[in-house]
């Protein structure tokens, strides 16, 4: 195994690692790690990353069931919209993109670097979220689901499941602050709903990727999430030492400069 291989892997390890610590976006960390250190077109790996990202998240999700810390009738409002577009992404969309969407002098953007492209807008914005966000009081915030909202959320969900199926991330800094100022959830429930919503939503995604022509590496992906898993557990357990509101600071700032590489990589 070379060096870039095992370095493919301690990121998966660390993909686990700061999902157990701050509860969310170590999933945009799994794109990149595919791409850059195990040489996957980002087409496949976008597919490997929901089935990664999904399991990591049911893992998670289990343990908010023992927690009763998940709205159920919330999470199947805002998932049947996510979970079809996710799926019909993956299904339709993704296999029909053409190699070349447009050309302008020399520049051509193909799909692989639109699909890339689009992911580093997404860290952009997730770090962006991360370094900007702001604690909630749960205990203030009392779940008033509001019925005026549903078009809102319905909107919401679509594109969500949209970006979901074209760059492989859970969306999870999208879908809390949805769930927390539209249904009135409080933090932590929003959290652990929106935990669910995403392994849903990513597997399901996932399923959108088989029946067709691209071989899926089982071996490599069971052994990749199985690490990642095994990261949220160290997590977990180091989340009780370190505070997690400066960690998803610092982890914001670092994928604002992750972001910035991929565009300088894929550009120039």
Same mark, same amino acid.
Request: proline residues 3%.
């Given at each position: ?5 095992? =370095? ?19 999933? !945009?960390?799994?794109?990149?790690? %595919? ?14 990353? =929901? ?25 199947? !409002?805002?998932? +049947? /919209? ?9 299904? @339709?969309?993704? /296999?029909?993109? /053409?190699?070349?969407?447009?050309? @302008? ?57 949209? %970006?979901?199926? +074209? ?7 999208? @879908?809390?602050?949805? =769930?927390?100022? %539209?249904?009135?959830? /409080? ?9 669910? *919503?995403?392994? *849903? ?19 490599? +992906? ?6 990642? !898993?095994?990261?949220?557990? *160290?997590? =977990? ?18 994928? @604002? ?9 894929? +550009?120039?």
């Amino acid at each position: 195994m070379e060096l870039i291989e095992i =370095l493919g892997y301690i990121g998966a390890l660390i993909v686990g690692l700061v999902l157990g610590l701050i509860g969310g976006g170590g999933s !945009i960390l799994t794109v990149p790690i %595919l791409v850059y250190f195990l040489g996957f077109s980002p087409i496949v790996a976008t597919g490997y990353s =929901l089935f990664i990202v999904g399991s990591t998240a049911l893992v998670g999700t289990l343990r908010n069931i023992k927690k009763n810390t998940i709205d159920f009738k919330t999470a199947i !409002i805002f998932a +049947l /919209p996510s979970i079809l577009t996710v799926f019909m992404v993956r299904r @339709i969309v993704i /296999p029909n993109l /053409p190699e070349v969407l447009f050309s @302008i002098g020399d520049f051509s953007l193909t799909n692989s670097l639109f699909i890339m492209l689009l992911f580093a807008i997404i860290m952009l914005l997730a770090g962006w979220s991360m370094v900007k966000s702001k604690v909630i009081n749960s205990d203030k915030v009392i779940n008033n689901f509001d019925n005026t909202h549903y078009f809102a959320i319905g909107t919401q969900a679509i594109g969500i499941g949209a %970006l979901a199926g +074209l760059v492989g991330a859970g969306g999870g800094f999208l @879908i809390v602050p949805a =769930l927390v100022l %539209l249904v009135k959830l /409080p933090i932590k429930k929003a959290i652990s709903t929106s935990l669910f *919503i995403i392994s *849903i939503q990513s597997l399901i995604g996932f399923l959108g990727d088989l029946n067709k022509t691209t071989t899926i590496d089982w071996q490599f +992906l069971i052994t990749f999430t199985i690490i990642s !898993i095994v990261g949220i557990f *160290i997590g =977990l357990a180091l989340s009780k030492k370190i505070s997690p509101k400066k960690l998803k600071k610092g982890f914001g700032y670092f994928t @604002i400069v992750m972001a910035i590489y991929i565009i300088f990589k894929e +550009l120039f």
